[in-house]
């Protein structure tokens, strides 16, 4: 069955930390992996990554993709109380019933 | 440019009843997928439309339907609503390269 597990579910942290999100995943026939920021209601578009190893970086956020260990990580550098939202990891498979299969995300809180 | 917009927002039905959700994506994009996210089981995947052809489904009952129209305007419809359906509805659109837009999404109360 394909899964997408993030971890931690939950995080706490002070403003300037540097906070580190985990997704593995066991899917189908994988295409790419996407991160989003849900802080409300609609999730923002954050990073797609297809090819292993190739950092991507937004300002103090950044993501890299291991296809071989099948995960991805999500860093976030001098944490700002903006930071604080939920973090979803999402996979997209090409076979199977599924099109994009979610985590269950991170909560993140930064503390001022 | 304007984002992707559903309607209604909020909604409260009862238990047997039918319900008809509306997204309009943005302008261009062709691709239009709907989500369902509830505490639990986070974002769930039901269904992906391109160019009036649904390409993609959920593991979802068959209660759960949508369309979508040849201005890529999109429509989800759940019939018998059951109290397990209430739920944050997101709607999402894609010009297919790069990462989906969400809406705001359609927060339905079944009572």
């Known amino acids: 069955e394909d899964k997408v597990v993030q971890s931690p579910l939950s995080l706490v942290v002070h403003e300037g930390d540097t906070v580190t999100l985990n997704c593995s995943y066991e899917?189908?026939?994988?295409?790419?992996l996407l991160w989003y920021k849900q802080e409300k209601k609609a999730p923002t578009f954050l990073f797609m990554l297809?090819?292993?190893?190739i950092e991507k970086k937004s300002g103090r956020l950044s993501s890299i993709l291991d296809k071989k260990e099948l995960f991805s990580i999500l860093n976030i550098t001098a944490t700002q109380t903006g930071d604080s939202a939920v973090y979803l990891c999402?996979?997209?498979?090409?076979?199977?019933?599924?099109?994009?299969?979610f985590g269950t995300g991170t909560r993140l809180k930064v503390l001022a | 440019k304007a984002g992707v917009t559903q309607t209604p927002r909020y909604l409260i039905k009862t238990r047997g009843q039918q319900v008809t959700l509306s997204c309009s994506p943005i302008?261009?994009?062709?691709?239009v997928s709907w989500y369902q996210q509830t505490p639990g089981q986070g974002l769930q995947f039901l269904f992906e439309?391109?160019?009036?052809?649904?390409?993609n489904k959920g593991n979802f009952p068959g209660r759960f339907s949508g369309r979508q129209f040849s201005n890529s305007r999109s429509e989800m419809n759940v019939s018998t609503l059951e109290l397990g359906d209430s739920a944050l509805y997101l709607c999402?659109?894609?010009?297919?390269?790069?990462?989906?837009?969400f809406g705001s999404g359609t927060r339905l109360t079944v009572v």
């Open positions: 999402a659109s894609s010009r297919g390269t790069e990462g989906y837009t």
């Open positions: 899917v189908t026939n994988f295409r790419s």
């Open positions: 439309y391109f160019s009036e052809t649904q390409r």
């Open positions: 302008s261009g994009h062709r691709s």
């Open positions: 999402a996979v997209e498979a090409t076979s199977g019933t599924y099109k994009y299969i």
């Open positions: 297809t090819s292993s190893g």
